[in-house]
């Protein structure tokens, strides 16, 4: 699948700072503390579970995006290449069942929001993935990733004879549970609330995970060696994940609902294809942004949409700047009145960066990449510009290189310009 184009990303000048730290340290879901995410040099392997095509970009959406891409600008400017890979669930159960009650062709659906999902990330400068792959490109990677776990019986087939579906055997996998550190019992309960079937009689263990789906009347299928069917949702991740990253890669990302059981099946499934070896070094998980005290969701309805926002004549930049106001780690909630304090700094640092001359952009510049390496700290990176901004407005400093300097800052490492 094409992703979209990409913006470009100015170049920096080096560091010359001999304390600024010369690694990103993000927090890690399973160590609960900072922890160096990428290699010393070369390239890193990021993986960031991609939408399910059935309601627009909201916010929440965006936020999670927006958090790993400020993860792929720190790379850039550490000189690492980044290896970026975001998957499309275009074909999983709440899709067709969103397609079902609306009467519309499940493929038209994820076409159509598919491509409102490229808009709006181009639009808000989120740099593309590198592989950008549909589950439904990609069935042939699940279904040789099944094959395998077959040949190592970690798949089984369920005791149904209607639908003896393909499962695998999540628990039996060495390390299972170290993402999420629930008790068995929380995972069955999460399980069930999102997407899972612990209750589905004929399994071997409650919180084994659906590989491949036997075909149902209405619900679209596949050929292959396990049956006619379709692939299982965490399987998914992990067979496109590991065809393009390899079997182990730096960092795993997505929202903090993803945490139970999605990453934890996909780990568990990526260390049995590669014999026990880890899947993601780390995982990194952003908080979830809520709308009318709930999370934002597409099944509760409660959204602020990107192309809303864009469509009301509100600038992709400025929705940029409202969603960078907050810590990829805190949950929050979005407000209306969010745009207009976006909109107000939007306009100050525009005019500090048009003016002709400010305090050197050096010291400013160190401080934006500190402040991104320690955690994607956002907030403290606008707080350094924000103080730049204030001091070139009140005509402070003299340095007639400075606007245009920290300007490129800006934009290298937090994706804002104006246009
Ligand atoms: N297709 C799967 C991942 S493989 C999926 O969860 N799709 S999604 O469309 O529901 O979500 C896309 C991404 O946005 C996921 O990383 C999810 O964790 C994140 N996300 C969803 N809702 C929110 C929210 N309210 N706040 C922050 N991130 C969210
Ligand atoms: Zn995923």
């Not at 589950?135 to 190592?152: F, N, Q």
């Not at 864009?310 to 106001?325: F, H, K, M, N, T």
Request: with cysteine; hydrophobic share 40%; net charge negative.
């Amino acid at each position: 699948m094409d992703a979209w184009p990409p913006a470009p990303v100015p170049i920096l000048p080096p560091s010359h700072d001999p304390d600024l730290d010369g690694r990103a340290h993000v927090f890690d879901t399973v160590t609960r503390g900072l922890r160096i995410v990428g290699p010393e040099q070369g390239t890193a392997g990021l993986y960031v579970c991609g939408i399910t095509p059935y309601d627009a970009t909201h916010l929440g959406h965006a936020f999670t995006y927006l958090t790993f891409d400020l993860l792929h600008r720190v790379w850039l400017d550490l000189g690492l290449a980044v290896d970026y890979v975001q998957n499309i669930t275009d074909v999983d159960d709440p899709l067709l069942e969103r397609a079902a009650e609306t009467g519309q062709d499940w493929e038209e659906l994820a076409a159509e929001q598919i491509e409102l999902f490229r808009t709006d990330m181009a639009a808000l400068r989120v740099l593309p993935p590198r592989h950008y792959m549909a589950a439904t490109e990609t069935l042939h990677l699940v279904i040789d990733t099944i094959t395998d776990l077959r040949s190592k019986d970690l798949a089984y087939q369920v005791a149904d004879d209607e639908y003896p579906d393909w499962y695998f055997r999540s628990a039996s996998v060495e390390h299972f549970g170290v993402i999420s550190q629930l008790t068995r019992e929380q995972m069955i309960a999460i399980f069930a609330e999102r997407g899972g079937d612990p209750e589905r009689l004929g399994k071997d263990d409650a919180l084994d995970s659906l590989l491949w789906r036997l075909a149902r009347a209405d619900e679209p299928a596949w050929d292959s060696p396990h049956g006619r069917g379709r692939p299982g949702w965490h399987v998914e991740c992990t067979s496109i994940a590991q065809r393009y990253l390899g079997e182990t890669f730096s960092v795993q990302g997505g929202g903090r609902d993803l945490i139970f059981p999605h990453h934890e099946m996909c780990a568990a499934v990526g260390r049995g294809v590669a014999n026990g070896a880890r899947f993601a070094h780390s995982y990194v998980h952003v908080g979830m942004v809520g709308l009318d005290g709930e999370k934002m969701s597409k099944s509760r309805g409660n959204l602020e949409l990107v192309s809303r926002l864009r469509q009301q004549g509100v600038d992709a930049s400025v929705i940029r700047l409202a969603l960078l106001a907050h810590h990829y780690r805190n949950d929050w909630e979005w407000f209306a009145t969010d745009i207009d304090s976006a909109q107000r700094r939007a306009d100050a640092w525009r005019s500090a960066f048009a003016s002709s001359h400010g305090t050197p952009a050096a010291p400013i510049i160190d401080n934006l990449r500190r402040a991104l390496r320690h955690d994607l700290d956002a907030p403290r990176a606008l707080a350094e510009v924000d103080e730049w901004t204030s001091a070139a407005l009140a005509g402070d400093g003299t340095d007639p290189d400075a606007p245009r300097q920290v300007a490129a800052a800006v934009d290298a490492l937090l994706g804002v310009r104006f246009g």
